[in-house]
């Protein structure tokens, strides 16, 4: 974008960057287009704004930090060519790379699919890795400050230039916070200080962007939104809508490179590009889930107290090894060695099987007597006496052991199907379905929750897909398990995300600039034309008309005036006044013309011309003064005077005089025989009457 109004313009910074075109203003400064006069290259020059810089020990920051920055060398980063002072502003001059900025990629083409999105970030985790690699820290990573040449290659800008500004005075540390609030990792927000992690942390944010097409945490103001990112986990992006499926092995990644507590993430850039590139072969492998994968990017959280709720103490104690406790003995065991370190080890105990345990003892072989049943105690035990008592006695105890055998079994049956129901409770059975609420009106979806004993809570959200009042998406989704009586949450379509266009014709451009960014558009190309109507720097026309609906960021092209056009001026002096002001009639000028007499000047040329060169503009009025000739004065009579007497006639009627002698008959007396002019005839005032003398 280009600005004719903005006072850098057309300027020569530092006798060496002629500033041609304005591209960008941020928060903390803006980017110029220039030309290095130099080398002859076009390079990109970042000033800060006015207020930033002002003290000394900011301009030797800056200066420390724009050193450290051009020591990158890395084709994924923005390179530094030079820093210094120009007009009482730092100034960085940087490589121009011709394209656009991922956040205007997000705007226009978010969410992306998640194989687009990775391979969109695995750039700039490699610019970052350089970066901590060589000891600096970004600090500032979000989609503005990555750039997209035309030819597709990614490039990371701005290194070290949020630690030199950080220090600087609060308004200006205020003005960062507000630029980068949805990127900011939690450490920074809390203690001011940042590490390769905290880059970690917002190259996870931009990646959750490009998945989802939208911020983890919004607010109304940005202190809300930093509170936010304290207190609050970023959400994983299967819970959002997304161009494409988000395998859980992603959603692990996602909340890993984002975890709030910044010793569970990835140390450095190059640890999360290793992950990611892990993640994208199994994408283009096909893998809906892949667990070992999911299983290494899953981290173990400490639970961080969330926003009201007390923290624990004993959540964050370490492990701490407990003394081993001294149990009476059981008859059999062996004792403990005094030696340190050694146990002695028990004799083996051999127990029943389970199902055995209360079986009576099998029978032992016995010698059989003529006449006993085989089962009789007198088959068992040769040679004694039973009487008819006796084996009653051993009769009921073996029913009664029977008896104990099945009721052990409907026992332990029992038992077996009180916990599986009792476990299918507590995993299943106390859960209910959430219902498919999506493509349902909202009336639609209240009654069906309220039909499955559901509650429900209503959010709205802007959709290019979904007519507006219809459900987008739910949380917990159709099918989850959810307790009767909770909550889903459903995300309502607005419809589209529509703004209108404001009237922009007429306005001075930089109002028309700030109507368009008031509406949430953005300005487009800027094209300069001469106009005889309009002033300097008044919009001419839009590419969109007013009130049209147009989508978020749309960029609407302007048409800026030049003023008139500017007319070179032709000399015309001592040429034809008629071809003069014809000529400059067809030009576009007023011609006036007025006549005097000139003795020097042909009649009917022009004498002089005001103005007689440079530029003017369409109906400037040049004036012309057009030669009448010399003035024409009687030659008087002065035959048969004397030459003294004749020679003052004629210098008194305003003319020059000479003698000659007559060529016949002369005297020699002094008189005048005739003159030439003749006497009578008309001769310009000023020229040379001869006087012929006899």
């Known amino acids: 974008m280009t600005s004719t109004g903005d006072p850098l313009v ?7 960057y002629q500033i041609t075109a304005r591209l960008a203003r941020g928060g903390m ?40 920055a051009a020591r990158l060398s890395h084709p994924n980063v923005v390179s530094v060519f030079d820093q210094g002072q120009g007009l009482g502003r730092p100034y960085i001059v940087m490589e121009y790379v011709h394209g656009q900025t991922l956040r205007e990629l997000i705007t226009r083409e978010a969410p992306l699919t ?26 500032d990573v979000k989609p503005e400050n990555v750039l997209i040449s035309e030819r597709g290659q990614i490039k990371v800008a701005d290194f070290g230039l949020a630690k030199a500004i950080s220090g600087q005075t609060s308004t200006a540390t205020q003005g960062l916070l507000i630029g980068t609030v949805s990127y900011l990792p939690p450490e920074l927000v809390v203690s001011g200080r940042a590490d390769a992690r905290s880059d970690v942390y917002s190259a996870g944010v931009v990646l959750f962007e490009m998945l989802t097409g939208r911020k983890p945490h919004t607010g109304d103001t940005p202190i809300q939104v930093a509170y936010a990112h304290v207190h609050k986990d970023v959400p994983p992006p299967s819970a959002l809508p997304t161009a494409g499926y988000i395998p859980p092995y992603l959603d692990a990644l996602i909340a890993r490179v984002t975890a709030r507590d910044s010793d569970l993430r990835p140390h450095d850039a190059k640890v999360m590009l290793t992950q990611v590139r892990r993640v994208r072969a199994a994408l283009r492998d096909g893998l809906t889930d892949e ?3 999911t299983q290494d990017l899953t981290i173990t959280l400490r639970r961080l107290p969330t926003e009201g709720e007390p923290g624990d103490h004993a959540d964050y104690e370490a492990t701490q090894q407990v003394a081993a406790i001294d149990l009476p003995r059981p008859a059999g065991s062996t004792a403990v060695d005094a030696r340190p370190g050694y146990v002695a080890q028990p004799d083996p105990i051999h127990y029943p099987p389970p199902h055995l345990a209360d079986a009576p003892p099998p029978a032992v072989p016995r010698r059989r007597h003529s006449g006993a049943h085989p089962m009789e105690p007198s088959a068992l035990l040769p040679n004694s006496p039973v009487s008819a008592e006796r084996l009653a006695q051993d009769r009921r105890r073996l029913v009664r052991r029977r008896r104990r055998g099945w009721l052990a079994l409907l026992l332990v049956l029992l038992l077996t199907t009180v916990v599986a129901l009792a476990g299918w409770y507590l995993v299943d059975g106390r859960f209910t379905s959430a219902p498919p609420l999506t493509s349902l009106t909202q009336t639609q979806a209240s009654q069906a929750a309220e039909a499955a004993g559901l509650r429900i809570q209503f959010d709205s959200a802007y959709s290019e897909s979904v007519s507006q009042g219809i459900v987008i998406s739910t949380d917990p989704g159709p099918g989850s398990k959810i307790l009767p009586g909770e909550t889903i949450s459903a995300v309502v379509s607005k419809g589209p995300e529509r703004y209108r266009m404001p009237a922009v014709l007429g306005l001075e451009q930089a109002a028309a600039e700030a109507s368009l960014a008031e509406a949430n558009l953005a300005v487009g190309a800027i094209d300069i034309r001469y106009s005889e109507s309009a002033a300097l720097g008044t919009v001419l026309a839009a590419s969109e008309r007013p009130g049209t609906a147009l989508k978020k960021r749309t960029r609407v092209d302007l048409v800026v005036s030049r003023g008139p056009k500017p007319i070179p001026v032709t000399d015309w002096t001592d040429k034809s006044a008629d071809e003069a002001t014809k000529s400059l009639r067809k030009a576009g000028f007023t011609v006036t013309v007025t006549s005097k007499h000139s003795s020097t000047v042909k009649a009917g040329q022009v004498i002089r011309q005001n103005p007689d060169g440079g530029t003017g503009v369409a109906k400037d009025t040049i004036t012309l003064t057009k030669s009448l000739g010399p003035v024409l004065v009687t030659v008087p009579l002065v035959r048969a005077m004397g030459v003294q007497a004749a020679t003052e006639v004629m210098r008194r009627a305003g003319f020059k005089v000479k003698t000659a002698k007559v060529t016949q008959n002369y005297l020699g007396v002094g008189y005048v025989a005739y003159t030439n002019p003749a006497a009578r005839a008309k001769a310009p005032k000023g020229s040379t009457i001869t006087l012929y003398l006899v």
């Open 10 to 16: 057309g300027h020569l910074l530092d006798g060496r």
């Open 29 to 68: 400064a803006t980017v110029y287009q220039a030309l290095d006069i130099r080398l002859t290259r076009t390079v990109a020059v970042k000033v800060m704004h006015v207020g930033l810089g002002d003290d000394a020990e900011f301009a030797r920051k800056f200066d420390r930090e724009a050193r450290a």
């Open 114 to 139: 998640p194989l687009r999105a990775l391979e969109m970030i695995e750039p700039v985790l490699s610019a970052l890795s350089a970066a901590h690699d060589a000891g600096l820290v970004h600090r």
């Open 291 to 293: 667990p070992e994968l």
